[in-house]
């Protein structure tokens, strides 16, 4: 059974940095894409930057410049550094991942994905 653990969220100072770790656990191999998305109150969950297998990654078109996606595959865990933190950051970060085997790309769209962490806050206050 695949788990996704999120961490590293907490409160910052607008103009902070965060970098948000995501887990992996269950599968049997490492054919499969990540991803990071957000959900503030009220809003729709946003897709914020994806890596597929081969270290390929894709990101938010606004975003990219504060963005940094990574994977270290020998620890099946995600990265996402976010940079200069503004107050309209704060949301619920979620980790996400498709089945294995995957072959293809990635993507930021939220039905590209199977399973889902149950996220970690982020708060930025000026």
């Known amino acids: 059974q695949v788990q996704l653990v999120e961490s590293g969220g907490g409160s910052v100072q607008v103009g902070g940095s965060l970098t948000l770790s995501c887990v992996a656990s269950?599968?049997?191999?490492?054919?499969?894409?990540m991803a990071w998305f957000r959900q503030a109150p009220g809003k729709e969950r946003e897709g914020l930057a994806c890596?597929?297998?081969?270290?390929?990654?894709a990101y938010h078109d606004y975003l990219r410049d504060r963005l940094a996606i990574s994977r270290d595959f020998a620890k099946d865990t995600l990265y996402l550094q976010i940079k200069n933190l503004k107050p309209d950051d704060t949301a619920m970060y979620f980790c996400?991942?498709?089945?294995?085997?995957?072959?293809?790309?990635?993507?930021?769209?939220?039905?590209?994905?199977?399973?889902w962490g149950r996220g970690t806050q982020v708060t930025v206050s000026s």
């Open positions: 269950g599968y049997t191999n490492r054919q499969f894409s």
């Open positions: 996400a991942s498709n089945r294995a085997p995957y072959y293809g790309g990635c993507a930021t769209t939220t039905a590209f994905y199977d399973y």
């Open positions: 890596v597929d297998r081969v270290n390929g990654t």
